[in-house]
C-alpha cells in the first residue's frame, strides 16, 4: 500500500476557529506538537548559525583534549570559594 500526502491551504482564521472547538486534551496534544515543531526549527536554525558551529566545534575539540571541568569539579571549586 503506497501513501499519499496531502498538502493544504488552510486560512488561519479557519485554524483558529477550528482549534477554538477543540477540547482540552485535544489542544494540549495540539500544543506538544507545535511545541516539538519550533523546538526542532529553532535547534535547526541555531545549528546553521556559524557563530553556534564555531562554538559547537571550540567545545567538542576541548571535550576531546581533556580541557573541561566535571560538575562535581565545578561544584568542589564553587564550595571552596564560599568559604
Known amino acids: 500500500m503506497t501513501q499519499t500526502t496531502v498538502g493544504l491551504q488552510i486560512p488561519f482564521q479557519?485554524?483558529?476557529d477550528a482549534i477554538t472547538s477543540l477540547g482540552v486534551e485535544e489542544k494540549r496534544?495540539?500544543?506538544e506538537i507545535l511545541e516539538s515543531e519550533i523546538?526542532?526549527?529553532e535547534e535547526d536554525l541555531l545549528e546553521s548559525?556559524?557563530?553556534?558551529k564555531a562554538e559547537i566545534e571550540e567545545a567538542r575539540?576541548?571535550?576531546q583534549t581533556g580541557d573541561y571541568q566535571?560538575?562535581?569539579?565545578?561544584?568542589a571549586h564553587?564550595?571552596?570559594k564560599a568559604q
Open 29 to 31: 496534544r495540539l500544543w
Open 39 to 41: 523546538s526542532q526549527i
Open 70 to 75: 566535571t560538575i562535581d569539579q565545578y561544584i
Open 14 to 16: 479557519s485554524l483558529v
Open 78 to 80: 564553587r564550595s571552596g
Open 61 to 63: 575539540l576541548a571535550y
Open 49 to 52: 548559525d556559524p557563530t553556534v
